[in-house]
């Protein structure tokens, strides 16, 4: 089955210190990978994505994800953490079921950033 | 704004009762996709727009769950005969998409379920 996993229900770092949030997929053929973050009673937000190319993908926020086929991983990455990311990041799959494009998403980790 | 808007963004209703959501996507947008979201865990898909065609429907949407998207703008979901089960962040998105192609989903701030 394609999906993602978020081992990490809860990530704690300090103010400054860089952080990661995991994720590993499972999809056969090439994925499309995808981080989205989510803040209190609010919809969820796209943070950046892996298509193809450059394992090293920039996004939103100060944020980047490397991609990396052999572990199957697609770990979110800031260098020093705010104390205003702290929120819910899921880690999304997009791939190609019965013709039709899904996406599937990771069950969340809660970021917290400690000042 | 013209991102993904969500009506309304909070519902309280009865047991039995029939509750309906509307989602007005970004304008471009070709694609809607409907999840839901509890405490606690990710957005599971429940169905899929591309255009006015509603393309796939989740096995989690029961016969109690309906979704149109009329001439391919807006969409609604209308949960029938609601249960206390029923209750959690029902979430839209949209995106513009071809055949293969990768684009991100814009979500609205979602719509929130309370089944007393």
């Known amino acids: 089955a394609q999906s993602v996993a978020q081992p990490e229900d809860q990530v704690n770092v300090a103010e400054g210190n860089p952080l990661t949030v995991k994720c590993t997929y499972s999809?056969?053929?090439?994925?499309?990978l995808f981080w989205y973050v989510q803040y209190p009673n609010r919809g969820l937000q796209f943070l950046l994505k892996y298509i193809t190319g450059d394992n090293l993908v920039k996004g939103s926020y100060g944020f980047e994800a490397e991609f990396n086929k052999s572990q199957t991983s697609f770990h979110l990455k800031k260098p020093s953490a705010l104390v205003s990311d702290s929120a819910l990041y899921f880690c999304?799959?997009?791939?190609?079921?019965?013709?039709?494009?899904?996406?599937?998403f990771g069950i969340g980790t809660k970021l917290q950033v400690i000042p | 704004d013209t991102g993904v808007s969500q009506n309304p963004r909070h519902k309280i209703t009865k047991r039995g009762q029939n509750v309906t959501f509307r989602c007005d996507p970004i304008?471009?947008?070709?694609?809607l996709y409907w999840y839901r979201q509890t405490l606690g865990q990710g957005p599971e898909f429940l169905t899929y727009f591309q255009n006015e065609a509603q393309l796939e429907k989740s096995r989690l949407l029961s016969d109690r769950f309906s979704a149109e998207r009329p001439k391919g703008s807006f969409s609604t979901l209308e949960i029938q005969r609601t249960e206390q089960g029923d209750s959690a962040m029902y979430l839209c998105?949209?995106?513009?998409?071809?055949?293969?192609?990768?684009?991100?989903?814009?979500f609205g701030e979602g719509s929130r379920l309370t089944v007393l």
């Open positions: 999304a799959v997009r791939f190609q079921s019965g013709g039709y494009q899904k996406v599937t």
């Open positions: 998105a949209s995106s513009l998409g071809s055949s293969g192609g990768a684009g991100e989903l814009f």
């Open positions: 304008s471009e947008h070709n694609r």
């Open positions: 999809v056969s053929g090439n994925p499309y």
